[in-house]
Structures are given as structure tokens and as C-alpha cells.
């Protein structure tokens, strides 16, 4: 009975990681490639095999559009409308993707929405947004939840070393993150840690109905966890691990977050423990594999995980963090006046201003600073930052900066303009 059930189980994973399975939601979705429905005979077709250990050459993403979806060449050309190119174009790997067709718009701007949940530029606005006008507290520690999830899920990725689904039969609707291994998917993680994590540090310390807090929660998972199947970029097998190893760490930290929090704020030898464990789980990330654009992922969460962490203690030690005492909870959400909409703009405009141009003057100077540290040439920055020595310290650096701007020096600056 057991050795049935195993073998059940087995079967029912090798049938939820086959990209043949992606294809079918892609097309269900209208998303069409252009590139002949049945590969040659050259291996192509098992590139996204469970077990496999090699990462899916970056030919793969760059080949012609000569072939159209029905896979018959010639120069007659589809509707240009619904005619589109791979998102977010790789400019480390080089990778620029393969045409295809959109036949639901809904569902691929949709879609792009989920996906974008999961990347940089939706963490670096929702994490401000929401410590300097919503809650502090609540925004400090999901960005310990985040951090995490990233380094055990990158970690995990490069432990394992499955290739991304293959391509044909998959369209890359994305290609950023093909050079990337695949299982689990930390898209999926922080996708479900993130709402989840909200949810479980708000109820009770913000008035709303539970159903709807877990409705919310629960929408915003599923969402970004069903685009990185539409994406290309994952198997169904590898969302469902990332779904529910999220929900793993998660429940871990439900347990601990409280006291790492404390700790950062008045720990005597807290700044020196912030900075060596860190920087330790960074180079253990980067151990474990050859380059990938995951290893700047890693090395960029734990960067912006140990400035935040580093601003708490100082804020507490200067006196400036202003968590709110536990007799005034739950709070009862404000009424959205105009006076209410526009101070919170305006903070949130000037802070994000504020960060993306620390952001840029930090990457512009620590590049060239590190090249020359090292003795290597700085005039091609891909090439540069493929080197270990570079890209951790730049992310580290650049990131823990932004960090530290963003709960420390962004708050301390709305003080002063009367703005807090």
C-alpha cells in the first residue's frame, strides 16, 4: 500500500513538471509561439526534465522569428497587435527572447501584473509605501520574512538544479530570469510570504473582517503564483513547492519574528551580528553554484535585510523609532481625506525619489570603486559583475545603503520638513 502510493505520488510530480503541461495553459490563456509545434529530434523537448542538472543555454531565448506559430516559414506576418516581444529583456545574460502571439490581452496584462509582484521595482515601491504611511513595524519585518525566503529558496534552487521548462514546447513570455535554475519557485515564495505574512502581522493590530484579510492574501498568492506558469518560467510542480515552502518558512518565523525584531532594536552586539550573519549566508549562496543573475538576488535581499535591520537599531538608539504602544491597538483605518491622500503622496514621492537616486549615485560609484580595488577592467559592467568578488559586495553595498536610506535617513528627513 505504501509503495503504491509512493509510486502515485512520483507520477503525479513527473506529470505536474512537464512543460507540455505549461504549453496547454499558455495556449488555454492565447498566448501562441513562434517556433514549429513538434522540435526537432535533437534532445530540445527534455531540457525541462525533472533531474536534469544544467541550466538551458541562453541559444535557446535568442533563436530567429522566422517560424511562425503554425510553424510554416514565409514573410506573411500575424496581426501586428497581437504581436509581442519576451518582458524584461536580461541585460547581464544577453538574453533577448523569441516573438510570440497574444490572443487574450486581459489575461497578459493580468498576468504581468502577477509577475511583477515578485520583482525588484514593486519591493522597492510597496516596502516605503507602506512603512512611511501605513506601519512601520508591520514593513520591517516582512522585509526579514522576504529576505529569507529568497536566500533559502535561491539556495535551494542551486541545491537542486532543475532547468527551467523547455522551450519548445514553453513560450518565454519572460526571459530575465531563464539562466536561473528552477525548483522551487521564488516567485511563488515571496509571493506567498509576502500577503500572508501582511495578513498574519495586521489581524488584531488593524480593524478589518478576517475574511477579508485571508480573501486578500490568498488572491494576491494565487495571482503571482498562476503567472509564473503563464510566464514560461515554471513548471506547476515547482509553483505548488514554492507555494507551500513558503508557507513552511512562514510558520517558522510566526514563531521567532517578534523576538529577531526586539533584538535588532536593542541588541548589545546586535549591528556586528546584523552585518557577519548576513554577509555569511551571501557567501554561502554564492558558493554553491557557478554565476547566475540568482546569486545578485541573494546577495541584494540580504543587503537590503541588513541595512533595514541596521536602521532599527539605530533609530531605537537615537530615539526616532516611533512604533506606537500596544494600548492604542487594534487601529481603526483612517477615513481617505483629500489632506490624508496627499501628505501620503507627497512622503511616498519624496522618499522613493530619495532612494532610486541613492539607488543610482551608489551603483554608479561601487562598480568602478570594486574594478579597481581589483584589478579588473570596469569598461564592460556585464562582465564585471560576473565576477564573485564584484557582485556580491556591489549588491551588498548598493543594497544595505538603500536599505538603511529607506527606514532611517527617508524618515529622518520627513521630520525635518515637517512631513513625519
Same mark, same amino acid.
Given at each position: 500500500?505504501?509503495?503504491?502510493?509512493?509510486?502515485?505520488?512520483?507520477?503525479?510530480?513527473?506529470?505536474?513538471?512537464?512543460?507540455?503541461?505549461?504549453?496547454?495553459?499558455?495556449?488555454?490563456?492565447?498566448?501562441? /509561439?513562434?517556433?514549429?509545434?513538434?522540435?526537432?529530434?535533437?534532445?530540445?523537448?527534455?531540457?525541462?526534465?525533472?533531474?536534469?542538472?544544467?541550466?538551458?543555454?541562453?541559444?535557446?531565448?535568442?533563436?530567429?522569428?522566422?517560424?511562425?506559430?503554425?510553424?510554416?516559414?514565409?514573410?506573411?506576418?500575424?496581426?501586428?497587435?497581437?504581436?509581442?516581444?519576451?518582458?524584461?529583456?536580461?541585460?547581464?545574460?544577453?538574453?533577448?527572447?523569441?516573438?510570440?502571439?497574444?490572443?487574450?490581452?486581459?489575461?497578459?496584462?493580468?498576468?504581468?501584473?502577477?509577475?511583477?509582484?515578485?520583482?525588484?521595482?514593486?519591493?522597492?515601491?510597496?516596502?516605503?509605501?507602506?512603512?512611511?504611511?501605513?506601519?512601520?513595524?508591520?514593513?520591517?519585518?516582512?522585509?526579514?520574512?522576504?529576505?529569507?525566503?529568497?536566500?533559502?529558496?535561491?539556495?535551494?534552487?542551486?541545491?537542486?538544479?532543475?532547468?527551467?521548462?523547455?522551450?519548445?514546447?514553453?513560450?518565454?513570455?519572460?526571459?530575465?530570469?531563464?539562466?536561473?535554475?528552477?525548483?522551487?519557485?521564488?516567485?511563488?515564495?515571496?509571493?506567498?510570504?509576502?500577503?500572508?505574512?501582511?495578513?498574519?502581522?495586521?489581524? /488584531?493590530?488593524?480593524?478589518?473582517?478576517?475574511?477579508?484579510?485571508?480573501?486578500?492574501?490568498?488572491?494576491?498568492?494565487?495571482?503571482?503564483?498562476?503567472?509564473?506558469?503563464?510566464?514560461?518560467?515554471?513548471?506547476?510542480?515547482?509553483?505548488?513547492?514554492?507555494?507551500?515552502?513558503?508557507?513552511?518558512?512562514?510558520?517558522?518565523?510566526?514563531?521567532?519574528?517578534?523576538?529577531?525584531?526586539?533584538?535588532?532594536?536593542?541588541?548589545?552586539?546586535?549591528?556586528?551580528?546584523?552585518?557577519?550573519?548576513?554577509?555569511?549566508?551571501?557567501?554561502?549562496?554564492?558558493?554553491?553554484?557557478?554565476?547566475?543573475?540568482?546569486?545578485?538576488?541573494?546577495?541584494?535581499?540580504?543587503?537590503?535585510?541588513?541595512?533595514?535591520?541596521?536602521?532599527?537599531?539605530?533609530?531605537?538608539?537615537?530615539?526616532?523609532?516611533?512604533?506606537?504602544?500596544?494600548?492604542?491597538?487594534?487601529?481603526?483605518?483612517?477615513?481617505?481625506?483629500?489632506?490624508?491622500?496627499?501628505?501620503?503622496?507627497?512622503?511616498?514621492?519624496?522618499?522613493?525619489?530619495?532612494?532610486?537616486?541613492?539607488?543610482?549615485?551608489?551603483?554608479?560609484?561601487?562598480?568602478?570603486?570594486?574594478?579597481?580595488?581589483?584589478?579588473?577592467?570596469?569598461?564592460?559592467?556585464?562582465?564585471?559583475?560576473?565576477?564573485?568578488?564584484?557582485?556580491?559586495?556591489?549588491?551588498?553595498?548598493?543594497?544595505?545603503?538603500?536599505?538603511?536610506?529607506?527606514?532611517?535617513?527617508?524618515?529622518?528627513?520627513?521630520?525635518?520638513?515637517?512631513?513625519?
Amino acid at each position: 500500500m505504501a509503495t503504491d502510493a509512493i509510486k502515485t505520488f512520483v507520477e503525479t510530480c513527473h506529470c505536474l513538471q512537464d512543460p507540455r503541461l505549461v504549453a496547454k495553459f499558455q495556449h488555454l490563456c492565447g498566448v501562441r /509561439g513562434t517556433f514549429p509545434e513538434k522540435p526537432n529530434d535533437d534532445g530540445a523537448s527534455t531540457r525541462g526534465c525533472p533531474g536534469l542538472r544544467q541550466r538551458i543555454p541562453r541559444d535557446d531565448v535568442s533563436n530567429g522569428a522566422s517560424v511562425h506559430a503554425n510553424g510554416v516559414k514565409g514573410d506573411s506576418r500575424p496581426d501586428e497587435t497581437a504581436r509581442a516581444k519576451p518582458l524584461r529583456r536580461n541585460s547581464l545574460t544577453g538574453d533577448v527572447g523569441q516573438e510570440f502571439l497574444i490572443h487574450n490581452k486581459f489575461l497578459f496584462y493580468l498576468f504581468t501584473f502577477g509577475t511583477e509582484l515578485g520583482n525588484e521595482m514593486f519591493f522597492i515601491v510597496f516596502f516605503p509605501f507602506l512603512f512611511w504611511n501605513v506601519d512601520a513595524l508591520v514593513s520591517r519585518r516582512l522585509i526579514v520574512v522576504w529576505a529569507w525566503n529568497l536566500f533559502v529558496g535561491q539556495s535551494t534552487k542551486d541545491m537542486v538544479r532543475w532547468s527551467r521548462p523547455a522551450s519548445p514546447p514553453v513560450v518565454k513570455v519572460e526571459v530575465f530570469y531563464n539562466s536561473e535554475y528552477s525548483m522551487p519557485s521564488t516567485h511563488a515564495m515571496t509571493g506567498t510570504a509576502i500577503p500572508f505574512c501582511l495578513f498574519m502581522l495586521t489581524y /488584531g493590530r488593524w480593524q478589518y473582517p478576517f475574511l477579508f484579510g485571508f480573501g486578500v492574501a490568498l488572491c494576491w498568492s494565487i495571482l503571482v503564483c498562476v503567472s509564473r506558469v503563464y510566464m514560461g518560467m515554471h513548471s506547476v510542480l515547482e509553483v505548488i513547492t514554492g507555494f507551500l515552502y513558503s508557507l513552511l518558512i512562514l510558520a517558522f518565523f510566526h514563531q521567532v519574528l517578534d523576538k529577531i525584531d526586539d533584538f535588532y532594536m536593542d541588541g548589545a552586539y546586535a549591528p556586528l551580528v546584523i552585518i557577519l550573519s548576513h554577509v555569511s549566508l551571501g557567501l554561502v549562496a554564492f558558493s554553491l553554484d557557478s554565476w547566475s543573475t540568482s546569486r545578485g538576488d541573494t546577495a541584494q535581499a540580504l543587503g537590503t535585510g541588513a541595512g533595514t535591520a541596521l536602521a532599527t537599531y539605530a533609530n531605537y538608539q537615537l530615539g526616532l523609532l516611533a512604533d506606537p504602544p500596544l494600548s492604542s491597538l487594534p487601529f481603526a483605518l483612517p477615513p481617505l481625506g483629500v489632506g490624508l491622500v496627499a501628505r501620503s503622496l507627497l512622503r511616498f514621492a519624496i522618499g522613493v525619489g530619495v532612494i532610486l537616486i541613492t539607488r543610482m549615485v551608489m551603483k554608479a560609484v561601487t562598480i568602478p570603486f570594486l574594478c579597481r580595488l581589483l584589478g579588473l577592467p570596469a569598461e564592460d559592467v556585464r562582465q564585471a559583475r560576473q565576477h564573485m568578488e564584484v557582485e556580491l559586495p556591489y549588491r551588498y553595498i548598493v543594497y544595505s545603503v538603500v536599505g538603511f536610506t529607506c527606514v532611517c535617513v527617508v524618515p529622518l528627513l520627513f521630520r525635518i520638513v515637517n512631513l513625519a
